[in-house]
């Protein structure tokens, strides 16, 4: 079974199950889909729909304090930077372990150094809420164990019969053996695919083409006026004189500096993007390629969750996620580490390329060749670029994922109604995509996610 276009153009080519899909649409209401952070201790932080932060009682002589931010429809990174402006501190000053969805009820922990932590008594926005707040450490991105999904999937289509069959046929595949862990659209951009290519410029310092992409690429999906205005400004680069909704805050920025005859433009992006951004675009393109790695070992026809001699394999911790402790396989640990990975102690994992990689015993090492020449890369391109930070190294993700806690029910809202929907409850490990395992369900178009 075939992956959607949109898919394939960011390295998706497959299936785990091969079952009809029941279609639907995630997210048609707000509330349809939360995401609960679970915190490093394994708590889930739940929703309370209310701010109530007690700053009367909170201890002053402290730094960095710790909070839960729930957030209803709203951008994670537009909120931080709105509540980095309200405090008068740098953006760098919020921390938080990972980005949520926008179009949903997301909780998760921040932390604030710096600033007049009383001054948040007074910042309202509709959608937020805060509450919860301590003293605290700041807090890191990857600083979470993972998230808790409730989510309701809509217009499914089929009869009833074949939806529950089809339900209960793709559950039981799912939870008898695992799911490949691609990253999902929403590291792409859902609505525009982007970001995968421009951290492929990026990584080259070709700060043009990041920009050109960024402004004037066109996708079907986009309103039409929006279309025409990229349309245009693709034909007249760079020379810009149309401007954007005011909704399109970063377009029309670039256009604005665009406008000036001394613009540079590595000074441009840079004066736009927080060193953040550049990490998020450079990001992508590691998932670009990880994605690409992940899709040739399943046309290998290569076993998943067998390792083979130059595979790399991480020891689980207590709550079975991988820990830093990372063997290349070889063959004098190759029985225990099958072991180890029979009883749930350990994963397989791929590399998310860095410039201390060596691959040339790994047993994709001719595709990761053809893969570089394709793109045009090498790994020194992750320890060379002008933007002085940037000194990546290698790290590991797991290629296989499997939900807990997981259950799945069609449901329907009155006795009266017709309008059956499906509803999920289930948690994955921090950088596993709940859409990864949704799309096994609706086999649709990923504008549907």
Known sequence: MEAHRIEKEIGIKTFLTHIPGIGGKLRTKIEDFIVEEIAPDGNVLKKLDKTDLNLANLPRNHYTYTLILEKHNLETMALIHQLAAYLQIPFKNIGFAGLKDKRAITVQQISISGGDIQNLINFHKKGMYLNRIQ??????????????????????????????KNIKNVAHQILTSQLPNYYGPQRFGALRPISHRMGRALLSDDFETALKIYLTEVFPQEDKEIQEIRTTLKDSWPHCN?????????????????????????KIFKKIFPFRFFLLFIHAYQSYLFNNLLNARIAANLSLDQPLEGDF???????????????????NNISSLKEAISKGKALIMAPLFGYDLNFSRHPLADYITRLFNEEKIDLSLFNTSSNKKLHLKVTYRPILFKPKDFSVSLEKPSKDSQDYYVEFNFSLNKGCYATILLREFMKTSPLNY
């Open 313 to 331: 394999v991480a020891i689980l911790d207590q709550y079975s996620l991988p820990t830093r402790v990372i063997y290349e396989v070889k063959s």
């Open 135 to 164: 003293p605290g450490k700041h807090i890191k991105l990857g600083g979470l164990n993972g998230n808790h999904f409730e989510i309701i999937l809509r217009q499914i289509s089929g009869s009833i019969d074949e939806i529950q």
């Open 242 to 266: 149309l401007i954007f909704p005011k909704s399109h805050f970063y377009e029309n920025k670039i256009i604005h500096y665009l406008k000036n005859k001394d613009f540079k433009f590595e």
